[in-house]
């Protein structure tokens, strides 16, 4: 069984979507293995959200992408872009409370992403969480100089989901069980 680690971010806390963002992980026939609330402190975030180039580019790049397909050039490098947004998801994270769990299931990763959608709640499809419950638009988060309000976090890949469960989880806070229709499910 695959493992990912999904952050319901502040956004989604203050807006009480906590019980339907799980049921949509356990319609979907996965389990939540480990769950906590806090409001973590900088140094985690910065863990979560490093300070790696590649991921710093593949932010500012997806970013730019979305813009110059509006016709809006931008003239900030991808890394630049990448810094600042950043910056501005540490500032954000740490500002309130957060859920963190390890969602647990087959193909855990691909079927979580899938759930989430896309990054920015205007174009990510409607059957999604960030499309079907969020409206923020890379337009809006730029005039308000702060991140994409898009409810979640969920890992990339599975070398990134093992990272991020270290940066939330010790060992013992995850729990061994099977749910009761685990051979119904796949
Ligand atoms: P995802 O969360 O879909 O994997 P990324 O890893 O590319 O997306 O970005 C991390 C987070 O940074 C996003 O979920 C979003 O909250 C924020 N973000 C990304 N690009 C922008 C942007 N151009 N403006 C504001 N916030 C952004």
């Avoid at 971010?9 to 906590?36: M, N, T, W, Y």
Wanted: neutral net charge; contains cysteine; glycine residues 8%.
């Amino acid at each position: 069984m695959e493992q990912t680690l999904v952050l319901i971010k502040p956004d989604g806390v203050r807006r009480a979507l906590i019980g339907r963002v799980i049921s949509r992980f356990e319609d979907a026939g996965l389990q939540i293995s480990a769950i906590k609330m806090l409001v973590p402190e900088r140094e985690r975030v910065g863990r979560h959200y490093t300070d790696d180039e590649a991921w710093l580019k593949s932010v500012g790049s997806k970013s730019k992408k979305a813009y110059e397909s509006k016709g809006v050039s931008v003239t900030e490098s991808e890394i630049d872009i990448g810094r600042r947004i950043r910056g501005q998801l540490i500032d954000y994270l740490t500002s309130g409370p957060v859920i963190a769990m390890i969602i647990e299931g087959n193909e855990a990763v691909f079927t979580v992403r899938k759930i989430v959608g896309s990054t920015e709640p205007r174009s990510a499809d409607p059957s999604s969480i960030r499309g079907g419950l969020s409206t923020d638009s890379y337009g809006a988060a730029d005039s308000r100089k702060s991140p994409l309000k898009n409810l979640i976090h969920a890992s990339e890949d599975v070398k990134s989901a093992k990272d991020e469960i270290s940066v939330w989880f010790s060992d013992r806070e995850v729990c061994d069980y099977e749910r009761a229709d685990r051979s119904a499910i796949s």
